[in-house]
């Protein structure tokens, strides 16, 4: 545990001191994502996207990591700025569909909400939701 946070210090240093160099910003957000550091990654991630827009690295990061948390939306996002780098990329094109499919579904809980306006409080009893109760 020691080494692995002392090697996470010595690449937020270098990230620190050398903030033209978008790698050393990468590799610093993966370790910290490997550390169980998730949130922490993903805001050296988008500093780095801000440092460097046309990063491919940090926005394949980005894109995995939203994809991976179920934020389709944003995975979007990313991957459609990818795209401009890489347009005729269509592995990269096959992935936006895909992500545009699930970021136009809206989450099982919704539609489960919106289509029974009864509803379980959790502890086994109904509830009645529909407008006429609220």
Same mark, same amino acid.
């Given at each position: %545990?020691?080494? =692995?946070?002392?090697?996470?210090?010595?690449?937020?240093?270098?990230?620190?001191?050398?903030?033209?160099?978008? *790698? !050393?910003? !990468?590799? !610093?957000?993966?370790?910290?994502?490997?550390?169980?550091?998730?949130?922490?990654? %993903?805001?050296?991630?988008?500093?780095?996207?801000?440092?460097?827009?046309?990063?491919?690295?940090?926005?394949?990061?980005?894109?995995?990591? &939203?994809?991976?948390?179920?934020?389709?939306?944003?995975?979007?996002? !990313?991957?459609?700025?990818?795209?401009?780098?890489?347009?005729?990329?269509? @592995?990269?094109?096959?992935?936006?569909? @895909?992500?545009? *499919?699930?970021?136009?579904?809206?989450?099982?809980?919704?539609? =489960?909400?919106? &289509?029974?306006?009864?509803? &379980?409080?959790?502890?086994? *009893?109904?509830? @009645? &939701?529909?407008?006429?109760?609220?």
């Amino acid at each position: %545990m020691f080494h =692995q946070a002392s090697a996470l210090e010595e690449l937020r240093k270098a990230v620190e001191l050398a903030p033209d160099q978008a *790698r !050393y910003a !990468y590799v !610093y957000a993966v370790g910290l994502h490997s550390s169980g550091r998730g949130s922490d990654a %993903m805001t050296v991630f988008k500093d780095n996207l801000t440092r460097h827009p046309g990063d491919r690295d940090t926005l394949l990061a980005l894109l995995s990591f &939203s994809r991976d948390a179920g934020d389709f939306a944003t995975a979007l996002e !990313y991957a459609e700025q990818l795209a401009k780098i890489e347009p005729t990329n269509r @592995d990269l094109a096959d992935v936006i569909q @895909d992500l545009r *499919r699930q970021a136009s579904k809206p989450a099982h809980n919704e539609v =489960q909400w919106r &289509s029974d306006p009864r509803h &379980s409080d959790f502890k086994g *009893r109904t509830v @009645d &939701s529909s407008p006429a109760h609220c």
